[in-house]
């Protein structure tokens, strides 16, 4: 419901906007948030701060004509709101020779709040909780540790967090999750609110993992972004390249409660609103032309099955598939693609999709199906027109297949979650996480954890007797040595064959959930030998173990096995991870599965 009674005050070096229920106070001309007063306080952000700190939108780019400049600038644009502002940019690159290339390292929107009232932070429900000061993080009551993100509290002011590590990494969400977050004021009680209502102009797809709320406290929308992806994702525009991007709009949310009443419903309240937010997407009052409304984009539905005649003799409906428009691209470049707008959504029991307001503009489909290897591509291009309905008909994925299951490893869902996560040090814990084992990935210095389980041989896993959930470490990490230094490391696969067609080809598929700067050879049944039998080289640069994630991007292997190199009987793969010049150097796994050679009989997965 629009405000009623906004009033406009301008002065030589601010504008203030107030409708009654707040104040939002601008610095003229740059047209960063210097305050914005609510609920008897008169400055819920930071007033320590410079006024350039405190809510402003932050533009990181460097130019690609050698010369390593580099600029920060900030665009904000108000738009009112009831118990709360709406804030969108947009983006311009000229196509004229006078615009220089760029590359576009980071854009968001960031909020520093009042560090003596809001002490309290929700990124999720499983993610909430009273939070460590920012001078916690100071010498003398923080010690640094691998990286600068990450500090354990040794002396903190408020005594019970001593002991605990502090990374904001560890509070980071997949798109697909980061629709509302922020934090809480026990006096007054209030809370500040970032809602996200749609991933139309987020980087990456429904999978791309951003930083939101974190000690500081700091309030987040990250709009472009490298984390957990690498260079991949950060967009790269040549000299008169012509681009334009509408980011946004994001709504800031306020909310209060009358004394005496649980601060923390606050955080249900925001939720709440969250769906408000959602139902309203496309919103109708931004005025800018390069802001489509709802009739004027277009809509596309349909059916996706899933054919794989070694599961099932029928083509299958999936209940959770995604399915989304994105740029054309090859199979797959949804997750990597950062210039422009992608649209998802989850496909119903039946596998009946509709993806609704999608901006004009010509298109692929693309699918994948959490279960399932791999990625779906519809290879006709869709063209969207204001006000259409596009019915793309029963679409049917085949994920990549050869032949029957021999025995396979893990969960194809692009996550190495289900792996085994092992127990953080207890020097270096978040309490958050400790009965959380869902969680427990995102505790501190796993890394150093596979030195300690396999102090000396390598992982080895059995098919049918080893357990992927106990036995099967979630990330292939270097080994520290007794100076420091660091090893690669060769797990090892045993299994057993029988009746092995030598001339015949088997096929081995490797999904990886992550990689950062490492590389996979693969041998079978010699691990001495010089060249291996398949190597991905040097790939990847998530750093997804560094940043407690469970996953970066997606990468998919086929290697043909010649039956002349199996025996009958005892089998070996060795899966060595070589590159060692740091612990953060690994592999995560998805899945991997040994399929016989496709004149064997049908095996059930």
């Known amino acids: 419901m629009p405000c009623i009674g906004v009033q406009l005050q301008i002065d ?39 006024e350039s700190d405190r809510g402003y939108w932050d533009v990181v780019w460097s130019a690609l004509d050698g ?24 983006y311009e690159h000229l196509g004229s020779q ?105 980087t990456g797809g429904p999978l791309k993992q951003n930083l939101c709320s974190h000690v500081g406290p700091t309030c987040l929308a990250v709009f472009v972004g490298a984390h957990y992806a690498g260079d991949d994702l950060v967009p790269k525009f040549g000299e008169g390249e012509p681009w334009k991007k509408v980011f946004g709009p994001v709504f800031i949310y306020l909310n209060s409660l009358m004394d005496g009443s649980d601060p923390l419903t606050l955080w249900e309240d925001a ?32 059916k996706l099955l899933v ?10 409906p999936i209940n959770g598939a995604y399915i989304g428009l994105a740029p054309p691209g090859e199979i797959g470049s949804w997750q990597k693609e950062c210039k422009d707008y992608q649209f998802w959504t989850e496909t119903y029991e039946n596998g009946d999709f509709c993806i609704n307001n999608i901006r004009t503009g010509v298109y692929n489909l693309y699918a994948w199906v959490p279960g399932f290897l791999g990625d779906y591509r519809n290879d006709v291009t869709i063209t969207i027109t204001p006000g259409c309905q596009i019915n793309v008909g029963t679409l049917v994925y085949e994920p990549p297949r050869s032949g029957p299951t021999l025995w396979d490893i893990g969960i ?45 041989g390598d992982l080895v896993f059995t098919i049918g007797d080893s357990d992927y959930s106990k036995d099967w470490f979630y990330a292939q990490i270097p080994r520290r040595k007794a100076d420091n230094s660091y090893e690669g490391t060769t797990w090892q696969i045993k299994f057993k064959l029988e009746d092995v067609q030598q001339t015949a080809i088997y096929k081995l598929r490797i999904a990886l959930a992550g990689a950062s700067l490492a590389e996979l050879q693969v041998r079978v049944n010699d691990r001495n030998k010089p060249r291996p039998l398949f190597t991905t080289g040097l790939i990847g640069r998530d750093n997804a173990v560094a940043r407690h994630g469970i996953h970066g991007l997606y990468w998919l292997y086929s290697v043909d096995v010649s039956g002349s190199l199996l025996l009958e009987g005892e089998n070996t793969f060795y899966f060595t991870q070589p590159r060692a010049q740091s612990p953060f150097q690994s592999i995560m796994y998805d899945y991997i599965r040994l399929e016989g050679p496709s004149s064997n009989s049908k095996s059930i997965v």
């Open 12 to 50: 030589d070096h601010h504008v203030m906007i107030d409708n009654g229920i707040l104040q939002v106070t601008l610095s003229k001309p740059e047209g960063i948030v210097t305050g914005i007063r609510y609920n008897g306080l008169d400055n819920v952000l930071e007033g320590l701060n410079n």
């Open 67 to 90: 010369s390593g400049r580099t600029g920060v600038f900030e665009v904000f644009i108000l738009l009112r709101g009831c118990s709360g502002f709406y804030t969108y940019a947009i």
């Open 98 to 202: 006078e615009w220089q290339p760029f590359s576009l390292g980071e854009t968001r929107v960031a909020f520093k709040l009042r560090k003596d009232k809001f002490h309290y932070m929700a990124v999720a429900d499983d993610r909430r909780r009273y939070m460590p000061l920012p001078d916690d993080r100071s010498p003398g009551r923080g010690q640094p540790l691998a990286y600068p993100e990450a500090v354990v509290l040794v002396n903190p002011v408020e005594p019970d967090f001593k002991g605990e590590v502090d990374d904001k990494y560890q509070y980071t969400c997949e798109n697909r999750n980061l629709m509302v977050h922020g934090w809480i004021s026990n006096d007054p009680p209030l809370g500040f609110w970032q809602i996200t209502p749609s991933d139309e102009f987020r």
């Open 271 to 302: 939720k709440r609103q969250m769906t408000v937010e959602v139902k309203s997407w496309p919103y109708s009052f931004p005025a800018s032309e390069d802001f489509p409304k709802s009739n004027e984009r277009g809509n596309v539905y349909g």
């Open 307 to 316: 054919r794989d005649r070694f599961v099932n003799d029928n083509d299958m």
């Open 412 to 456: 194809p869902d692009r996550s190495a979650a289900e792996f085994h996560v092992p127990d953080p040090n207890p020097q270096y814990v978040n309490k958050l996480f400790l009965d959380q084992p869902h969680n427990n990935f995102r505790q501190y210095g796993l890394w150093e954890r596979y030195g300690e389980l396999y102090p000396e």
